[in-house]
């Protein structure tokens, strides 16, 4: 560049394994704080890459990856289950955040539920299972409903089988058996929950700890379907659900932004009762998470934004709603987006991916001042795009405040 020149030279790149819609998320809002996103996926036509520069390699690829390591100042994840040998490896080579640790532990069910109660936070009742005796002893324990899920590589409802009733252990044991031989299985209590919420928050290099109000989420076949924020919910279990987030982000010396998802119980055991609603942990998201999809257009700072300031070393930034907003997923293909931007303070947010069931391909967020603008708007949006069903809980709930 010449010297004089007003244009500012990229000084930072920010490497992100895995090239999805939320590695694009992030390259969007990278451009204007003059930081460069390289995205590496093993797909060559990953969405992240109409936007970022995309590499494309294997996991245990690591010639591949070495290039990929030198060019960049700090490596991030928009995929938490890359293989932890790639994510030791790279730490080798150049800062890692969220560190090697916190993303081993929140890849494995198991390993994450066990962090939770050591961190405070109850949980459903949960026995590992390796074995098809062992499902049966399990189910002795937990009883029935109950869930079981793969341990690893389980996401948006896969990998899970819902058994009713012990006669359909054989039924769960033939759909996810096969799983046992690569990680193992889990058998969790089904929670009768009165509602799922999740705290979207970010803890900064220097310990600098926010999250963004609460999000309540309702899912369709294991998906996220909406999202709303803040979720009408009592100030205590909005600051429990806070405090249990920061104490697991501490004990994780966690850096960036995740998720941890909740859900609130009504069957309150005696001692535990909190305003006769508790909490109990799910999971967690390592990474930027599709229940923080909102703050794009509904908060002050969005996720990405300051994920990118958190891993970078920078102030973060006011995670403050601007109101009350709603993401509603798309998912399998997208809806008419001209009928929704007819909608006031409605935003289209298009993946750039190829239709597919069960794909999520794009998603939208309608905001307002308060509750009841904000139904009326999803109201109207629900007719113009014939989303009735998706709408409806959200639109009961603010019904309800
Ligand atoms: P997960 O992948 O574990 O987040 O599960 C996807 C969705 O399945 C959750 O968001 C819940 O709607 C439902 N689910 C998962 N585990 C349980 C559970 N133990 N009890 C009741 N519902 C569950």
Known sequence: ????????????????????????????????????????DQAPDACAGQIAELVQAEWHDFAGLEPFAHRIDVATFDFENVPAETAEWLAERTRVFPNPRALTVAQDRLTEKNLFRACGLDTPAFVPVDTRPGLDEALGRIGAPAILKTRRFGYDGKGQFRIKSPADADAAWRALGAHTGRAGLILESF???????????????????????????????????????????DDAIAGAAFAHARAIAEELDYVGVFALELFVSADAIHGQELRGQRLLGNEMAPRVHNSGHWTLDGAVTSQFENHLRAVLGLPLGDTSARGVSCMLNWIGELPDRDALLAVPDAHWHDYGKSPRPGRKVGHATVCAGDAGTLAQRLQRAARALGREAQVQPVVQALAAT
């Open 1 to 40: 560049m010449r010297s004089g020149s007003v244009m500012s030279e990229v000084s930072q790149t920010v490497g992100i394994l895995g090239g999805g819609q939320l590695a694009r998320m992030l390259a969007l809002a990278a451009a204007p704080l003059g930081v460069r996103c390289l995205a590496v």
């Open 191 to 233: 929670v009768p929950f009165v509602a799922e919420v999740s705290v979207v928050a970010v803890r900064a290099r220097d310990g600098d700890f926010r999250t963004w109000p609460l999000t309540r989420n309702w899912h369709v076949d294991g998906i996220l379907s909406a999202s709303l924020a803040p979720a009408p919910a």
